[in-house]
């Protein structure tokens, strides 16, 4: 009975689609700017952020965020630090892949670094355009004023759903 048990969980897990996100340099250009310690800081919290939202880490999700944070949500509309956390615990955001391709990273002032470029993912659930693969333009702006990098601003258009 628990080798069957065992078998069962064991390709239970093996169908269950593993959560994937990664980043790369789209140029030579970003490659090298992303060498710059404020921009490297800057992109770890960005990773932290997907790895958040792929694991439904709610807790480290609004963490990523300022206090007054400005986001164009995946419904198109835009939302506050408050509404993006409701929309990942209820699963609205809901993804099993997310990639990143930086086009362009700089600094921006004293504590602001700005990375731009495009995002693909593969939305599941509840979340809108389940089932497909969605590629989207983002804009965000990082900042460290709280001596953490958090996300102040962000900008996400899709433009191709497969």
């Not at 409701?86 to 892949?97: A, K, V």
Request: net charge positive; proline share 3%.
């Amino acid at each position: 009975m628990r080798a069957l048990a065992s078998c069962l969980s064991l390709s239970l897990l093996l169908s269950t689609p593993v959560a994937h996100a990664d980043w790369h340099a789209a140029n030579p250009t970003a490659a090298e700017a992303v060498k710059e310690p404020r921009i490297a800081g800057a992109l770890a919290a960005s990773v932290r952020f997907d790895r958040a939202i792929l694991d439904h880490d709610a807790k480290v999700f609004g963490d990523t965020f300022t206090d007054d944070a400005v986001v164009n949500n995946p419904f198109n509309k835009i939302a506050r630090k408050a509404d993006a956390i409701t929309n990942l615990r209820t699963r609205m955001i809901d993804y099993t892949t997310l990639s990143r391709s930086i086009e362009y990273a700089a600094t921006r002032g004293a504590h602001d670094v700005v990375l731009m470029g495009e995002e693909t993912l593969t939305p599941v659930g509840k979340a809108r355009f389940a089932g497909k693969h969605l590629r989207r333009r983002t804009t965000e702006v990082w900042t460290d004023e709280s001596r953490r990098w958090q996300l102040a601003i962000r900008q996400a258009t899709i433009y191709s759903v497969d």
